[in-house]
Structure formats: C-alpha cells, structure tokens
C-alpha cells in the first residue's frame, strides 16, 4: 500500500521517486536538481543519467548536518 501524505500540494504527475526506507513518495529528480530531502534523514540526489547516490543527514541535531 503507497504511503499517504496530507498536504496541500497538488498530486504528483511524471515519474516518482518512493523513499526506500520511509516509502514516502517524491517526483523523480531531474539531474543535477536539488537533492530530495527525505523526512527520514536520507537525501537522493539525481547525478545524471537516473544514478541515484543516497546520503544520510540527521534532521535534528546531527554532527556534521550540513543543513
């Protein structure tokens, strides 16, 4: 079952990226986009091409977030 999100944002159309971990849904980055910054700490960012590198950045409080 797809994760469900309570926003005011309109629905997502193209391609989506789900979370891995959290399994909540994005749309897909486009290359060199911003990172997508997951509510569970993980960043996906597009390096070209579609190849996803993941990084994880605590939300709170963290040693060495850089924000």
């Known amino acids: 079952m797809p994760a469900v999100t309570y926003t005011p944002q309109d629905?997502?159309?193209g391609p989506t990226f789900p979370c891995p971990r959290c399994k909540?849904?994005?749309?897909?980055p486009?290359?060199?986009d911003k990172p997508i910054r997951c509510e569970c700490g993980w960043w996906y960012r597009?390096?070209?091409h579609g190849e996803?590198?993941?990084e994880f950045h605590p939300?709170?409080?963290g040693a060495g977030a850089d924000g």
């Open 24 to 28: 909540r849904v994005y749309p897909f």
């Open 11 to 13: 629905p997502i159309g």
């Open 52 to 54: 996803i590198v993941e």
């Open 59 to 61: 939300r709170i409080g």
């Open 46 to 48: 597009n390096v070209g």
């Open 30 to 32: 486009n290359d060199a």
